[in-house]
Protein backbone atom coordinates (compact mmCIF):
# COMPACT_ATOMS: atom_id res chain seq x y z
CA UNK A 1 0.00 0.00 0.00
CA UNK A 2 1.18 3.38 -1.68
CA UNK A 3 1.41 5.80 2.28
CA UNK A 4 2.09 8.61 0.46
CA UNK A 5 -1.15 10.00 -0.80
CA UNK A 6 -2.27 9.33 2.27
CA UNK A 7 0.54 11.29 4.18
CA UNK A 8 0.56 13.93 1.70
CA UNK A 9 -2.72 14.76 3.22
CA UNK A 10 -2.40 14.52 6.39
CA UNK A 11 0.29 16.64 6.20
CA UNK A 12 -1.79 19.43 4.38
CA UNK A 13 -4.51 19.08 7.15
CA UNK A 14 -2.40 19.28 9.91
CA UNK A 15 -0.59 22.02 8.72
CA UNK A 16 -2.88 24.22 7.50
CA UNK A 17 -4.90 23.86 10.63
CA UNK A 18 -2.32 24.76 12.99
CA UNK A 19 -1.25 27.88 10.76
CA UNK A 20 -5.29 28.45 10.98
CA UNK A 21 -4.78 29.16 15.12
CA UNK A 22 -3.58 32.61 14.41
CA UNK A 23 -6.89 33.45 12.84
CA UNK A 24 -8.10 33.96 16.71
CA UNK A 25 -5.91 36.40 17.21
CA UNK A 26 -6.86 38.15 13.97
CA UNK A 27 -10.53 37.87 15.55
CA UNK A 28 -9.14 39.50 18.35
CA UNK A 29 -7.53 42.47 16.87
CA UNK A 30 -10.58 42.94 14.94
CA UNK A 31 -12.70 42.79 17.95
CA UNK A 32 -11.09 44.77 19.85
CA UNK A 33 -9.67 47.52 17.51
CA UNK A 34 -5.54 47.04 19.20
CA UNK A 35 -3.17 44.45 18.80
CA UNK A 36 -2.20 44.33 22.40
CA UNK A 37 -0.96 41.11 24.24
CA UNK A 38 -0.02 39.60 20.88
CA UNK A 39 3.15 39.06 19.20
CA UNK A 40 4.24 40.19 16.45
CA UNK A 41 7.32 38.21 16.11
CA UNK A 42 5.95 34.86 15.23
CA UNK A 43 3.54 35.77 12.65
CA UNK A 44 6.99 37.06 10.66
CA UNK A 45 9.25 34.72 11.47
CA UNK A 46 6.78 31.82 10.68
CA UNK A 47 6.26 33.88 7.23
CA UNK A 48 10.17 33.63 6.76
CA UNK A 49 9.86 29.68 7.53
CA UNK A 50 7.21 29.48 4.83
CA UNK A 51 8.78 31.17 2.30
CA UNK A 52 12.40 29.28 2.60
CA UNK A 53 10.12 26.11 2.47
CA UNK A 54 8.10 27.20 -0.46
CA UNK A 55 11.60 28.18 -2.04
CA UNK A 56 12.79 24.61 -1.00
CA UNK A 57 9.62 22.75 -2.62
CA UNK A 58 10.20 24.14 -5.33
CA UNK A 59 13.41 23.20 -6.11
CA UNK A 60 12.19 19.81 -5.16
CA UNK A 61 9.20 19.68 -7.34
CA UNK A 62 7.35 18.91 -4.15
CA UNK A 63 3.64 19.85 -4.61
CA UNK A 64 2.79 19.16 -0.82
CA UNK A 65 5.41 21.24 0.45
CA UNK A 66 4.40 23.79 -2.16
CA UNK A 67 0.87 23.84 -1.18
CA UNK A 68 1.11 23.66 2.34
CA UNK A 69 3.50 26.59 2.53
CA UNK A 70 2.02 29.22 0.09
CA UNK A 71 -1.59 28.80 2.33
CA UNK A 72 1.03 29.95 5.42
CA UNK A 73 2.55 32.51 3.60
CA UNK A 74 -0.63 33.76 2.67
CA UNK A 75 -2.10 33.69 6.06
CA UNK A 76 1.04 34.84 7.90
CA UNK A 77 0.78 37.75 5.21
CA UNK A 78 -2.71 38.29 6.85
CA UNK A 79 -1.93 37.99 10.12
CA UNK A 80 1.10 40.87 9.41
CA UNK A 81 -1.40 43.11 7.15
CA UNK A 82 -3.56 43.43 9.92
CA UNK A 83 -1.15 43.68 13.01
CA UNK A 84 0.18 46.75 11.47
CA UNK A 85 -3.09 48.13 11.22
CA UNK A 86 -3.89 48.14 14.49
CA UNK A 87 -0.65 48.13 16.54
CA UNK A 88 -0.14 51.83 18.18
CA UNK A 89 3.92 50.84 17.32
CA UNK A 90 4.01 51.01 13.72
CA UNK A 91 7.54 52.35 13.33
CA UNK A 92 8.97 49.22 15.28
CA UNK A 93 7.03 46.62 13.79
CA UNK A 94 7.13 48.43 9.98
CA UNK A 95 11.65 48.34 10.68
CA UNK A 96 11.18 45.05 12.13
CA UNK A 97 9.17 43.81 8.73
CA UNK A 98 11.76 45.82 6.52
CA UNK A 99 14.67 43.68 8.04
CA UNK A 100 12.60 40.52 7.37
CA UNK A 101 12.31 41.51 4.05
CA UNK A 102 16.04 42.23 3.70
CA UNK A 103 17.11 39.18 5.02
CA UNK A 104 14.31 37.36 2.67
CA UNK A 105 15.76 39.65 -0.15
CA UNK A 106 19.55 38.47 1.08
CA UNK A 107 19.18 34.86 1.35
CA UNK A 108 16.76 34.71 -2.27
CA UNK A 109 20.20 36.24 -3.98
CA UNK A 110 22.92 33.94 -2.60
CA UNK A 111 21.14 30.88 -3.06
CA UNK A 112 20.28 31.70 -6.37
CA UNK A 113 23.09 34.09 -7.83
CA UNK A 114 25.50 32.01 -5.90
CA UNK A 115 25.03 28.48 -5.82
CA UNK A 116 25.02 26.23 -8.77
CA UNK A 117 21.21 24.60 -9.95
CA UNK A 118 21.42 21.23 -8.16
CA UNK A 119 21.70 19.35 -4.91
CA UNK A 120 23.96 21.65 -3.48
CA UNK A 121 21.59 24.23 -4.01
CA UNK A 122 19.24 21.90 -2.54
CA UNK A 123 20.77 20.85 0.39
CA UNK A 124 21.92 24.17 1.45
CA UNK A 125 18.79 25.70 1.33
CA UNK A 126 17.25 22.32 3.19
CA UNK A 127 19.57 23.11 5.77
CA UNK A 128 18.89 26.76 6.35
CA UNK A 129 14.91 26.02 7.01
CA UNK A 130 16.12 23.26 9.31
CA UNK A 131 17.72 25.20 11.18
CA UNK A 132 14.79 28.20 11.88
CA UNK A 133 12.13 25.08 11.95
CA UNK A 134 14.12 23.40 14.87
CA UNK A 135 14.61 27.19 16.21
CA UNK A 136 10.59 27.95 16.05
CA UNK A 137 10.48 24.64 18.02
CA UNK A 138 12.68 25.13 20.65
CA UNK A 139 11.42 28.44 21.56
CA UNK A 140 8.97 27.91 23.96
CA UNK A 141 11.12 25.95 26.13
CA UNK A 142 12.01 28.78 28.40
CA UNK A 143 8.13 29.49 28.64
CA UNK A 144 7.80 25.90 29.77
CA UNK A 145 10.34 26.55 32.00
CA UNK A 146 8.26 29.23 33.82
CA UNK A 147 6.17 26.85 33.42
CA UNK A 148 6.85 24.40 35.36
CA UNK A 149 8.04 26.85 37.92
CA UNK A 150 4.69 28.88 38.00
CA UNK A 151 1.86 25.17 37.90
CA UNK A 152 0.03 27.57 35.81
CA UNK A 153 -0.71 26.55 31.96
CA UNK A 154 -3.37 29.13 31.52
CA UNK A 155 -0.52 30.50 28.58
CA UNK A 156 -0.15 27.46 26.72
CA UNK A 157 -3.05 26.56 24.31
CA UNK A 158 -4.27 23.16 23.80
CA UNK A 159 -6.13 23.21 20.55
CA UNK A 160 -2.40 24.33 19.09
CA UNK A 161 -0.27 21.95 20.97
CA UNK A 162 -2.18 19.28 19.89
CA UNK A 163 -2.13 20.69 16.11
CA UNK A 164 1.47 20.86 16.33
CA UNK A 165 2.25 17.63 17.26
CA UNK A 166 -0.07 15.79 14.78
CA UNK A 167 1.47 18.22 11.96
CA UNK A 168 5.06 17.63 13.39
CA UNK A 169 4.21 13.35 13.63
CA UNK A 170 2.65 13.53 9.73
CA UNK A 171 6.31 15.61 8.57
CA UNK A 172 8.52 13.23 10.23
CA UNK A 173 6.60 10.22 8.55
CA UNK A 174 6.46 12.51 5.21
CA UNK A 175 10.40 13.16 5.48
CA UNK A 176 10.73 9.43 6.47
CA UNK A 177 9.01 8.22 2.97
CA UNK A 178 11.14 10.33 1.10
CA UNK A 179 14.32 9.61 2.60
CA UNK A 180 14.67 13.18 3.03
CA UNK A 181 16.18 14.17 6.29
CA UNK A 182 15.95 18.12 5.83
CA UNK A 183 11.81 17.43 6.55
CA UNK A 184 11.79 14.65 9.10
CA UNK A 185 14.92 15.97 11.21
CA UNK A 186 14.07 19.47 11.97
CA UNK A 187 10.06 17.99 12.47
CA UNK A 188 11.26 16.09 15.38
CA UNK A 189 11.59 18.53 17.76
CA UNK A 190 8.15 19.76 17.62
CA UNK A 191 6.88 16.02 18.53
CA UNK A 192 8.94 16.00 21.47
CA UNK A 193 7.92 19.80 22.64
CA UNK A 194 4.20 18.77 22.05
CA UNK A 195 4.88 15.99 24.45
CA UNK A 196 6.11 18.07 26.85
CA UNK A 197 3.42 20.36 27.11
CA UNK A 198 0.78 17.81 26.99
CA UNK A 199 2.64 16.54 29.92
CA UNK A 200 2.19 20.05 31.25
CA UNK A 201 -1.26 20.14 30.67
CA UNK A 202 -1.80 16.59 32.68
CA UNK A 203 0.44 17.33 35.36
CA UNK A 204 -1.08 20.92 36.51
CA UNK A 205 -4.18 21.52 34.42
CA UNK A 206 -6.10 21.53 38.10
CA UNK A 207 -3.54 22.89 39.91
CA UNK A 208 -6.39 26.24 40.07
CA UNK A 209 -10.20 24.80 39.58
CA UNK A 210 -10.75 28.34 39.64
CA UNK A 211 -9.62 29.16 36.08
CA UNK A 212 -10.09 27.36 32.93
CA UNK A 213 -7.26 24.91 32.46
CA UNK A 214 -5.94 25.95 29.38
CA UNK A 215 -6.01 28.66 26.98
CA UNK A 216 -8.02 28.07 23.78
CA UNK A 217 -7.20 28.91 20.24
Same mark, same amino acid.
Given at each position: ???????????????????????????????????????????????????????????????????????????????????????????????? =????? =?????????? =???????????????????????????????????????????? *???????????????????? *??????????????????????????????????????????
Amino acid at each position: MDLMPLLSWACIVFTVGMFSTGLTDLKKMRETKSADNIQFLPFLFTCLNNLGWLYYGLLKKDQTIVFVNVIGALLQILYIIVYLHYTTQKRLVTSQ =TVAAG =TVLACGWFYF =TMFLPEGDSQLSQLGLTCSVITVSMYMSPLTDLVEIVRSRDVQR *LSFPLTVATFFTSTSWVLYG *LQLHDQYIWVPNTPGIFTSLIRLYLFWRFAAVNQSSPAYRSM
